[in-house]
């Protein structure tokens, strides 16, 4: 299993600059890969491309690009410069996205989500694997009568997708590389998250998928103050009817409940929990929520835990 953190530096005055440095700090305490979200703000394939191209060695993924509002051929073009700049070490990220961002933010319908994400990944999969589609869906249609590959991204982009319930697990199996879910405990990943992506891949004959499970939490002494904290930032998920059912499944009442905070033993102890549970990486968001010095005592941890 391997770990990594979520970088958000989108208050500071130069966000590139200030995540760049963020990036090297977390290479320097060991951990393997950096996140980065994607909303209306900084482009998030474009952020990964850059930080790849600064820190050597460290693994870079957008977790994650919502398919409404976008067209597989953009995306394959962003997702394979970030790779050919990276030498590899990218990692594509795709969501469903919400309702209210869709249809607030694009003014277009937020309708048959799981079909748009099977068409998305189908035609995006050929794309990124060999630099052409021809890919004709309800939804969308991908044809490409100039080239789409990027030379140096002859690898390809592997493809995972915020995925936690049923159909989109059933169609992350079938058609991605692995899933990214957020807010979801272990007692939600091993009971059925894992056996329901699991089955899809297996049915599907592809290999065992990755379990990139992101996980809010921080290593912090005033475990109490700061989850208080915590439970107030994460309370926008709760509105959303998939984060609160996977945050119930997990055995939690509020989003807050699921987040991972407490002295170094705590947390060690929640990232084999979430280990044992069948996540193959554990990358940790909002470990800045208590400051500076309970961040790089957080990154600390989860280095020596990578090592």
Same mark, same amino acid.
């Given at each position: 299993?391997?770990?990594?953190?979520?970088?958000?530096?989108?208050?500071?005055?130069?966000?590139?600059?200030?995540?760049?440095?963020?990036?090297?700090?977390?290479?320097?305490?060991?951990?393997?890969?950096? *996140?980065?979200?994607?909303? $209306?703000?900084?482009?998030s394939p474009q952020?990964?491309?850059?930080?790849?191209?600064?820190?050597?060695?460290?693994?870079?993924?957008?977790?994650?690009?919502?398919?409404?509002?976008?067209?597989?051929?953009?995306?394959?073009?962003?997702?394979?410069?970030?790779?050919?700049?990276?030498?590899?070490?990218?990692?594509?990220?795709?969501?469903?996205?919400?309702?209210?961002?869709?249809?607030?933010? $694009?003014?277009?319908? $937020?309708?048959?989500?799981?079909?748009?994400?099977?068409e998305f990944l189908?035609?995006?999969?050929?794309?990124?694997?060999?630099?052409?589609?021809?890919?004709?869906?309800?939804?969308?249609?991908?044809?490409?009568?100039?080239?789409?590959?990027?030379?140096g991204a002859e690898?390809?982009?592997?493809?995972?997708?915020?995925?936690?319930?049923?159909?989109?697990?059933?169609?992350?199996?079938?058609?991605?590389?692995?899933?990214?879910?957020?807010?979801?405990?272990?007692?939600?990943?091993?009971?059925?998250?894992?056996?329901?992506?699991?089955?899809?891949?297996?049915?599907?004959?592809?290999?065992?998928?990755?379990?990139?499970?992101?996980?809010?939490?921080?290593?912090?002494?005033?475990?109490?103050?700061?989850?208080?904290?915590?439970?107030?930032?994460?309370?926008?998920?709760?509105?959303?009817?998939?984060?609160?059912?996977?945050?119930?499944?997990?055995?939690?009442?509020?989003?807050?409940?699921?987040?991972?905070?407490?002295?170094?033993?705590?947390?060690?102890?929640?990232?084999?929990?979430?280990?044992?549970?069948?996540?193959?990486?554990?990358?940790?968001?909002?470990?800045?929520?208590?400051?500076?010095?309970?961040?790089?005592?957080? *990154?600390?941890?989860?280095?020596?835990?990578?090592?």
């Amino acid at each position: 299993m391997t770990l990594g953190v979520a970088l958000d530096a989108s208050d500071a005055d130069n966000q590139i600059d200030a995540t760049v440095r963020l990036a090297q700090e977390a290479r320097t305490a060991g951990l393997r890969s950096a *996140w980065f979200g994607q909303t $209306f703000g900084a482009d998030s394939p474009q952020l990964a491309a850059i930080v790849g191209r600064e820190v050597p060695g460290l693994h870079v993924g957008t977790s994650a690009i919502p398919v409404f509002g976008r067209h597989p051929l953009l995306v394959s073009s962003q997702a394979q410069t970030a790779q050919a700049a990276t030498h590899g070490r990218y990692h594509l990220g795709l969501a469903l996205g919400t309702k209210l961002l869709t249809e607030t933010g $694009f003014g277009i319908p $937020f309708e048959r989500p799981i079909a748009r994400l099977r068409e998305f990944l189908t035609a995006l999969r050929q794309l990124t694997q060999t630099g052409a589609a021809d890919f004709h869906g309800e939804l969308l249609t991908a044809t490409t009568p100039l080239p789409a590959r990027v030379p140096g991204a002859e690898a390809g982009v592997p493809l995972l997708v915020a995925a936690m319930g049923p159909q989109a697990l059933r169609a992350s199996g079938e058609l991605a590389d692995g899933i990214l879910p957020y807010l979801a405990g272990p007692r939600a990943l091993e009971e059925h998250i894992v056996p329901a992506v699991t089955a899809a891949a297996r049915a599907a004959g592809r290999p065992a998928p990755r379990i990139v499970a992101l996980v809010y939490g921080v290593v912090t002494d005033d475990a109490d103050a700061v989850r208080e904290k915590a439970t107030e930032k994460l309370a926008f998920y709760e509105q959303f009817p998939s984060y609160a059912r996977v945050v119930e499944l997990s055995g939690g009442r509020r989003a807050g409940d699921v987040a991972v905070i407490g002295d170094e033993r705590t947390v060690a102890a929640e990232v084999r929990r979430y280990r044992d549970a069948g996540a193959t990486e554990v990358v940790f968001s909002g470990t800045g929520i208590a400051g500076a010095a309970a961040r790089r005592r957080t *990154w600390a941890l989860l280095g020596e835990l990578a090592g």
